[in-house]
Structure formats: C-alpha cells, structure tokens
C-alpha cells in the first residue's frame, strides 16, 4: 500500500495486494501456542489460499485450496464499508472491513485480517468509489437518453 494518495488517473492504481494476516490477532496467537503449533498450520494453510487485491477499480479476492473461488467486487457497487478494529488485532497491526455492496452474488464482503491500517485504506479508495458512482450514473444516463 502506498504511503502517499495516489495520482488520480485513467490506470487502474493498486492500493492492496496480499493475504491475509495468518495470525492476525492475540487470540489466534494464543491457540497457536496451546495446540503446539496446529492451530498455526490451519490458520496458516487457510491464509495462503486467500489473496485480496485493492485496487482503484475493483476489489478481487481469490480463496480456495483445491478449487478456486475467485470474486470481483467493482467500487462503484460499494455502498457502505464499516471498518472494524478489535482490541486483539490492533494489538498485531491488523484489521477487517465490511463491504455493503449492491453486487447480485455478494452483497457483503468481509475482508478479514488486513495487515495495514485499514483507516487509511479505507480514506485512498473512498474518493474512487464516489467518482466510480458519478462515472456510472453518467453512462446510464446516456444510455438512457439514446433509448428515448
């Protein structure tokens, strides 16, 4: 993730492009240490078969280990996003976001473990989900106008 906002431009820009966290918070800490590492072995083979990509356009996220489950989440589709920062996880530096979308298939996302400080993630793509709507309403607009 960028430290500086990004220049606004026509290319797709990447904010994000990572897993999740496999130890992502004191708790998943501490089962770790008590199972004697097998709980780290589940939370670290289900970490590497999800990838979350953050981008100024769209949102992917990839999960799966024998098949793949890949979906993508257009920003202008985003209604609302409730971020969530839970005492054990700003502990290790992490955080979830909750998407509301208006996407058929997945009308809530739940991206969990975000090794970054998703306050500020959430600030760099805010401004791309507003020109995303007004871009969008302006396309089915003319569409709309050509029809009549």
Do not use: C
Request: aromatic share 10%; net charge positive; charged share 25%.
């Amino acid at each position: 993730m960028a430290s500086d906002p990004p220049r606004t431009t026509s290319e797709e820009q990447v904010f994000f492009n990572g897993r999740p966290a496999a130890i992502g918070s004191v708790g998943r800490l501490f089962l770790s240490i008590i199972t004697l590492g097998i709980a780290w072995l589940w939370f670290w083979l289900k970490n590497i078969n999800t990838r979350y990509l953050i981008t100024s356009q769209r949102i992917v996220i990839e999960t799966g280990i024998f098949s793949q489950k890949i979906d993508t989440i257009e920003l202008y589709l985003i209604d609302d996003i409730q971020l969530e920062k839970p005492f054990s996880q700003r502990l290790m530096g992490t955080g979830n976001m909750l998407l509301i979308t208006q996407d058929i298939s997945t009308p809530k996302v739940y991206l969990e473990r975000l090794p970054l400080d998703v306050r500020q993630l959430y600030e760099l793509i805010r401004p791309y989900i507003q020109k995303g709507r007004q871009r969008y309403r302006m396309h089915n607009d003319e569409d709309f106008d050509r029809r009549s």
